[in-house]
């Protein structure tokens, strides 16, 4: 994500493969115009999407998190363990520093029916999150208020949906979904958030 100074913010998650992990943990972070790398969160669990908010006061990151740094190692009937499945918000400083971490949604409250949780993430102009949720009872996108209230939800049918954007320009009201094995476009009654 991009904010309107020119920082690019980004996450290093860990989900596949054997190398040698050579940061301390899976974090955020913020790439200045200057080339400078800063450790932004480290509070984050699995850090995945991350969005800036369209008035740029807060900082959303999803934590997908699979229990297991190497999860290919599993011997045959072993479980996953359920790590944090959410999508937090910080308070974004105008220096782009984060803090007062809380949650915005809570996936991991209810494993009933299993819901492996958030991943992409992307705002509209009015400031609304678009979350891809991959929830096997439910997946799709789902639309909330920056208040958190659930306004409408786009189903994938049976896939599981991994990253959502809008368009640009004229087309800024096409949503791109992302699945496992299929690219979606619909056009909707919203325009996707620009940098001015």
């Not at 400083?93 to 992307?122: E, H, I, M, Q, W």
């Not at 996108?141 to 368009?167: Q, R, W």
């Not at 800024?172 to 094995?181: A, E, P, R």
Request: charge should be negative.
């Amino acid at each position: 994500s991009i904010d309107e100074r020119g920082r690019i913010y980004f996450t290093d998650p860990r989900y596949l493969g054997w190398e040698a992990i050579e940061q301390a943990g899976v974090a955020a972070y913020r790439l200045d115009p200057d080339g400078s790398v800063h450790r932004v969160a480290a509070d984050c669990g699995k850090c995945n999407g991350i969005l800036v908010s369209p008035d740029q006061t807060k900082m959303y990151i999803v934590s997908n998190d699979n229990g297991w740094w190497e999860f290919q190692k599993l011997h045959e009937g072993e479980k996953t363990l359920a790590g944090t499945h959410a999508l937090f918000v910080y308070d974004l400083a105008p220096d782009g520093t984060l803090s007062n971490r809380r949650f915005f949604k809570d996936y991991s409250k209810d494993r009933t029916p299993p819901c492996s949780g958030p991943d992409g993430v992307v705002a509209d102009s009015e400031g609304n999150l678009w979350v891809v949720e991959r929830c096997e009872h439910r997946p799709g996108v789902t639309v909330y208020s920056p208040a958190g209230t659930e306004l409408a939800h786009i189903s994938t049918g049976k896939e599981l949906p991994t990253n959502v954007g809008f368009g640009r320009g004229e087309d800024s009201n096409l949503l791109y979904l992302t699945s496992g094995k299929s690219v979606y476009r619909i056009r909707v009654g919203k325009k996707g958030y620009q940098l001015p």
